[in-house]
């Protein structure tokens, strides 16, 4: 499918699913490598068509129990813990049900964010607060007093930062004392290199996971969002029963394989990446551009001044596609994603290469 | 897996998913056919797993425009056409963009309503107002004048009515002239009995509808939603790709297969309701209750005064679900949806047979 552009304006909206023969994408935040199955040996005697529990399957959520348990140290209660249609969804829900209470209506955010965070907070009537994603424990402090909610993202979409579990700890230990819940979100948690990946625990944690980038299922939309207050999860499960009820029967047969695959298979994708990452942070310097070694995530940032016009460039006279980071809250900077085949990145690097010696 | 119940109070929301065998559940909203193929077949050889376009693949928008053109008369552009999960997070979508405007945030419901409408309007921030389900035009004339949208739902869950095809014309005509949208709820337009289905057409109208009841794939949560306005449909397409993203890929796959069943099917399984209706009607007559003859839909909704104390001995002495209409703004009647086998509606008419024996 070709990707037609009337105007020549670059968001990263326009690129989710669509797909072109000649285009190099460094653009898309979702894994090309193969699920660990095949779908179709999935459904085989599958029956299942009514409506499901809205908060997710019983046997999934058994299942997931014993996973965050096992990864992450995290105990959950059977009403604690809820599937939803991938971890947007999750985030959604979170948002939209503290938006319903009365409150200040403010979410605080890291700054560079995930592009969908702040429009996350106007879709939900709320205003969205910053901070410096190299977290600044004092203005955390400050600005989370003023917040309702903060969102922590770690492994970081787009800067590949992992922060550090004392980091972690005190900005979880502020929130709380301020009244604040903390949304952890955690989707890219099976891909750290050096660092190690730490899940927050407390009171006012809500951690928002997914089988999309850990599992390549970024199409079937299938996340999960737990934490410690039943009466909360009960909330936002009443929400999503007017919303979009049980998240689809078919994903979450799906999500059950998952849990069945051998960990062996999560680390040699961790290798692929690692080996990506070290490839392309290589080349990326060798550029001349100043860029922060991603220590997670499968992101590089590299700053590269007039971002616009060279994402737009690449795009119209390389075919490459690179985000610019304005939208990302990392203006004069470009997001490249290295979940792409070698061979991909070294043919887009290549045609990179041949931009940067024409400027 | 058995209902446990530690407060006596009915909610419909608690029996959604849950199955127990020595119950006659009279309440859920969901057909009990099977769907018209074998799942395990249709992903043979599927091999998508990455993100989809946010308002759904291409292929299948495709053919859902040609299909709403032979059932509706609908021409729609493609840019003007969406697939969400399922007919909830359609109208979800839908309010969410009007709650994002300015306006006056209300929203125009028929009474009695589908439980989820007066809900979905306080998520979206908004007010619910209510009009008679027998439609009274001057009413809607003077009522939608302070709405930015109204919802009508024909064939209507919970009345079984289907309003005819002058008035739906006039509800249009009102609305627009009111400067107000009309969601048209459509999600029952395959079982309509002596009356025919009219999906209203014009400048201001959001048509929503889905696969669930017409195919039997309620768990699935496959929905799609068009209209004539490329702007409006642009906006909830954004707001989409930050709250769930493209509409799971392997309900897309099956919504495909759902397009390719012969439509014998579809007319089969509405003469098998009409079966259970015709029986159903004259069982209920039968016990004295006032009621209605549903023209479409499967439920019917007797007058029974206490309904929520004849709701909660039926269940807890008779093992017989119902739904009291209080939610359903039907306060002092019951709704019994005739989607359950025929063997099981003698089992469950004969124990309501018991109930009011003992009045």
Redesign the interface.
Known sequence: ?VVTVTHRVISP?MF???EDADVVSFG?G?P?L??PFD??E?????????????GGE?ELKAKLRGYVKREFGHCVDEDCIMVT??A??AL?LVL?KV??DPGRRRVLLTKPYYY?YP??A??N?MTPMYTDANIDLEDVKEKSGNCDVMIVNSPANPTGNVIEKSVLRGIQEITEDNGCILISDEVYHSLTYESKHYSPKGENVVTVNSFSKTY???????GYVFCQNPGFMKDIC??K???????????QR?AMECLCVPKRHVLKNREIFQRRRDYIYRRVKELGFEVEKPEGAFYVLPKVGDSMSMARDLFFEHRVTVYPGERLGASGHVRLSFALPQDKIDEGMGRIDEYVAKL
């Open positions: 499918m909206g989710i699913g669509v898309s979702q090309d193969a699920p779908v179709g999935v459904f085989l005697n599958f029956s299942r068509f009514k409506y499901g529990k809205v019983d249609n991938g947007s969804e959604d939209r938006s319903l969908s429009h996350l106007r879709i009537h390549s299922l970024c199409g079937y939309r299938i009443e929400i029963a007017h919303t979009s009820m049980n998240t689809n029967l078919l994903s799906v």
